[in-house]
């Protein structure tokens, strides 16, 4: 098979051209699947308490949803429109292993996918005295969406764990590869959690721009709201990421010490640090909560000890086997020392080698878990006990829900990063090289870069959403 | 009685939230027991406290001035970090990791002083603006830094690997023209449909040791125009070899492959056996280390998991001190653990990234481990004396 010639991307190159381009359509595309959950569930919350103010968050969602939709769009052709263009050979391979897949059902989700999306929306009015319709119109649009997030996993699943030892293996067989049901579960559930946030990250915004005491109100509950099924849903993603990693390790384990132990390792630890930031950021918004509930004062010992166990179980999760990015020290690293020094004062012993092992790992993550919980019930246990004050939390809450929701995007980002350069120089492991010079692992510094201004253009690009969607049309009115 | 039915209350909580902890600790993030009973410990002293808590006194919140508790804080936190220096210091923590803990733990001390600062009075207009940007400066410049802060490796290495390297059979030896043969099987993934080990099964194509595959003007040939002659056995496959290997393979390399094929059929090592006087052999074992170690190939670095020392470093990975399940195996069994892998375990199956011979160096090497660190021929059955679990063994190469 001949192909045309690549073209070259100016600037940036083919590889970090796809990079960003691909980047941008997951994260909208992770909002317009982790959003509408977060719509249905609030619409059913609604019905049930009869509380309007999930109804109006679930029209509010709703709306911004229906514009990111045209940009997840806009972002997904482009993608497919560079990958063929820049990498042909490789557009090749997938339309030829996933042909139906590719051509026929994707499209197809996507139109189904679209219709439902835009019933949902403008049948609001028109179904409000038939609310159980509506719903069903929701959740009908929530299964195609996984359906669809299902359907792209196979893809970027089948290019990291192609089946192997099999002869001219099945479609069903591309699909259903070692790695397919753990990104499914471990992208759900992470787009549960991006949905909590950004929900949050809404809040805080429509909050600082709120004009008069009510809507303070219901955007500091919003917020509230947001950051619950976010952290709620945080808890256990790094089980889901462990058991993801664990297939690659299954597959083929040197995917497995490239990720944890050799180049990507620092990744990692940059991941370890971030979540254990997030954990805290969280905690310490559940407090400020507390700190608007009349005698909730007297919890205050407990959540601080709290923090302390927090940070404490921080600390054991990111201490890494070694600080070196390699699997063995590069020759540079120890100039002007001995390779042996280096590795003293860098390198655990094996007497603390357990601190790097899952029994020390899963203690943090309970830890980390347990005490959000215990904060999370001390402050239900406040509420009962006194009024909440909606609209006179500190301000600084809005900066922590921000704050949440940068870490989200930056390390989705950067974990979407690994999951790429982890096959190394191969579009599809051992089955299809990239032979181009730009197939090498960029350092965590270049990454890191990278990462940060794409989430700066998304978050640009969200906060000029929510201000359209949700702000704009008010001020007009 | 009052305290009484405050327990009460909350017992079935406890209880409830107990038992999901438990679940989650076997099943979720499986921890040992003594580490479950500690969890339950520490969630029933912390519902005590809530059934305690009503009995504190109700405060306004007011919020404290940054300096009110600064004093007490420092002298706290000096003598917390005074405990944390000694107690690194005394379990030999590695500088890297002793300055990590102490930085967070300051970290955390400043965060504990400012955490009680007074609330911050809502912001609108310009000022609102101007704190956002701020705030995405930090958060930015913040996580940027951190990728930067942590340790780095030379993308130069990687790079160069990729490059398309000179080279011409007419100058080169026979070894290197082998070895470039090698790699060059290696890179056009034709192991994907090709086993050359001796006693390899047939793939989508014919093991090439276990068959004729002719001289060099046949397997050139059967590269290049892969379709003229079908393998024996292979008439009725579909998706026959690709006939573009010709184009897309340099001449000088299709050579090099040429001559690697023509070689590997005189390999004379088998799957069944350690190659005589290899357990001991100190050049054998030299090489062993130094594929166990990833000094040879970073990709096959055994030590990541199985430890330098032997101690394993990894949850699942084989103890390899452990001198009764060594003993139990056959040099058969041996090979097949490190060739095929260990099905539901992380061992993966190496034969992709080691030959066969490199299969038995990296087990003389191993054997060291449960023979005290001594260079000695294994037996299966042998009777050696236990090591104990937290004794590192570091074998000594003669």
Redesign the interface.
């Known amino acids: 098979?001949e192909f045309l010639e690549p073209l070259q991307f100016p600037i940036f190159g083919n590889r970090t051209a796809i990079w960003i381009i691909a980047q941008f359509h997951i994260l909208f595309a992770s909002f317009i699947l982790g959003v509408p959950l977060f719509a249905v569930i609030a619409e059913y919350l609604y019905m049930r308490k009869g509380d309007y103010r999930y109804e109006r968050l679930a029209k509010d969602i709703a709306r911004v949803m229906a514009i990111a939709y045209s940009l997840t769009a806009l972002s997904g052709g482009t993608f497919a429109f560079l990958l063929f263009a820049l990498y042909p050979d490789f557009s090749y391979h997938i339309l030829n292993k996933f042909s139906y897949l590719w051509i026929l059902f994707y499209p197809g989700l996507v139109v189904v996918e679209t219709i439902l999306m835009y019933l949902y929306y403008f049948s609001w009015e028109p179904l409000k005295e038939r609310k159980g319709i509506h719903l069903s119109i929701g959740i009908l649009l929530n299964i195609v969406g996984i359906l669809t997030l299902f359907n792209m996993d196979a893809i970027a699943s089948y290019m990291n764990t192609p089946p192997r030892?099999l002869?001219?293996p099945t479609l069903w067989e591309n699909v259903y590869n070692y790695t397919w049901m753990p990104l499914n579960l471990h992208r759900l559930v992470g787009n549960i959690t991006y949905g909590g946030y950004m929900v949050g990250m809404m809040g805080a915004f429509l909050y600082?721009?709120s004009?008069n005491e009510e809507e303070?109100a219901y955007y500091d509950w919003m917020g509230y709201i947001g950051n619950t099924i976010g952290v709620g849903a945080m808890i256990?993603l790094?089980?889901l990421g462990y058991i993801y990693a664990?297939e690659f390790?299954?597959?083929?384990?040197?995917l497995?010490?490239?990720m944890m132990?050799?180049?990507l390792s620092?990744y990692f630890?940059?991941q370890a640090?971030?979540v254990g930031l997030m954990f805290?950021a969280s905690n310490?918004y559940i407090?400020l909560s507390m700190?608007r509930i009349e005698?909730?004062?007297?919890?205050v010992?407990?959540v601080?000890f709290g923090?302390?166990v927090v940070?404490f179980a921080a600390?054991i999760w990111f201490?890494p086997?070694h600080?070196?990015?390699?699997?063995?020290p590069?020759e540079?690293?120890y100039e002007g020392m001995t390779k042996a020094d280096f590795l003293?004062?860098?390198?655990?012993?094996?007497?603390?080698?357990f601190l790097?092992?899952?029994?020390a790992k899963?203690?943090a993550?309970?830890l980390l878990?347990?005490v959000t919980?215990?904060n999370y019930?001390?402050y239900r246990?406040a509420v009962k006990k006194g009024r909440i004050e909606w609209g006179e939390i500190?301000?600084?809450s809005q900066?922590i829900l921000?704050?949440l929701g940068?870490?989200d995007i930056?390390l989705m980002n950067l974990m979407g990063a690994v999951r790429t350069l982890v096959r190394k120089?191969y579009h599809v492991y051992?089955?299809l090289?990239d032979t181009?010079?730009e197939?090498?692992?960029?350092?965590?510094?270049y990454?890191?870069?990278l990462?940060?201004a794409i989430?700066?253009a998304f978050?640009s690009i969200f906060v000029f959403i929510v201000w359209l969607g949700l702000r704009f049309g008010k001020e007009k009115g | 009685m009052e305290l009484w039915k405050r327990i009460r209350q909350k017992l079935i909580g406890l209880i409830v939230f107990n038992i999901l902890l438990w679940i989650i600790n076997s099943f979720l993030y499986p921890l040992p027991v003594v580490f479950k009973v500690a969890f339950t410990v520490f969630t029933t002293g912390g519902f005590l406290i809530l059934v305690l808590i009503d009995s504190f006194p109700v405060e306004n919140w007011q919020g404290k001035r940054i300096f009110k508790n600064l004093i007490l804080s420092l002298i706290y936190g000096t003598i917390f970090l005074g405990i944390l220096w000694f107690y690194t210091s005394y379990y030999k923590f590695p500088g890297m990791f002793k300055m990590t803990i102490i930085v967070y733990t300051l970290l955390t001390i400043l965060f504990l002083i400012l955490i009680d600062l007074k609330p911050l009075k809502g912001k609108s207009g310009i000022r609102a603006i101007n704190s956002m940007l701020f705030l995405f400066f930090i958060m930015g410049s913040g996580y940027t830094l951190m990728g930067w802060a942590l340790p780095q490796f030379n993308p130069a290495y990687e790079i160069e690997k990729l490059k398309p390297k000179k080279f011409f059979i007419e100058e080169a030896d026979e070894e290197t023209i082998l070895s470039v043969g090698g790699q060059v099987f290696k890179d056009y993934e034709c192991f994907n449909c090709h086993d050359i080990e001796p006693g390899g099964i047939p793939k989508r194509g014919p093991a090439l040791a276990s068959v004729n595959i002719g001289d060099k003007e046949k397997i050139r040939e059967s590269i290049v125009e892969p379709r003229k002659e079908i393998a024996k056995g292979y008439e009725r496959e579909t998706k026959t070899m690709p006939d573009y290997y010709g184009t897309q393979i340099e001449k000088n390399y299709l050579e090099a492959l040429v001559r690697y094929l023509e070689n590997i059929g005189k390999v004379r090592i088998t799957t069944e056996k350690m190659p005589d006087g290899w357990w001991t052999d100190p050049k054998i074992l030299r090489e062993g280390y130094e594929i166990f170690e990833g000094i040879k190939n970073s990709d096959v670095a055994c030590f990541s998991c199985h430890g330098k020392d032997g101690i394993p470093l990894m949850t699942e990975a084989a103890n390899l001190r452990d001198t009764a399940r060594m003993a139990a195996l056959s040099d058969a069994d041996l090979f097949k653990t490190v060739s095929e892998g260990r099905p539901d375990t992380p061992m993966a199956a190496w034969k992709d990234y080691l030959p066969n011979e490199e299969i038995w160096k990296v087990i003389a090497y191993i054997n060291m481990f449960h023979h005290g660190g001594k260079a000695e021929a294994h037996k299966k059955g042998e009777t050696l004396s236990p090591v104990a679990a937290n004794q590192p063994v570091v074998p000594v190469i003669p």
Request: aromatic letters at 18%; a positive charge; hydrophobic letters at 50%.
């Open positions: 098979m030892d002869i001219n600082v721009w004009e303070r256990f790094p089980v664990r390790y299954r597959y083929a384990a040197e497995g010490t490239y132990s050799d180049r620092m630890e940059a640090i971030a805290l310490y407090y700190k005698g909730a004062v007297r919890y010992p407990i601080r923090f302390i940070f600390c201490i086997r600080y070196f990015a390699t699997m063995v590069e540079w690293m003293k004062t860098t390198e655990l012993p094996s007497h603390l080698g790097a092992l899952m029994k899963n203690t993550a309970v878990l347990v919980l215990l019930i001390i246990i500190d301000f600084r900066y921000i704050f940068f870490s930056w120089d051992l089955l090289k181009t010079l197939a090498y692992t960029p350092t965590l510094a990454a890191s870069s990462t940060t989430t700066f978050f």
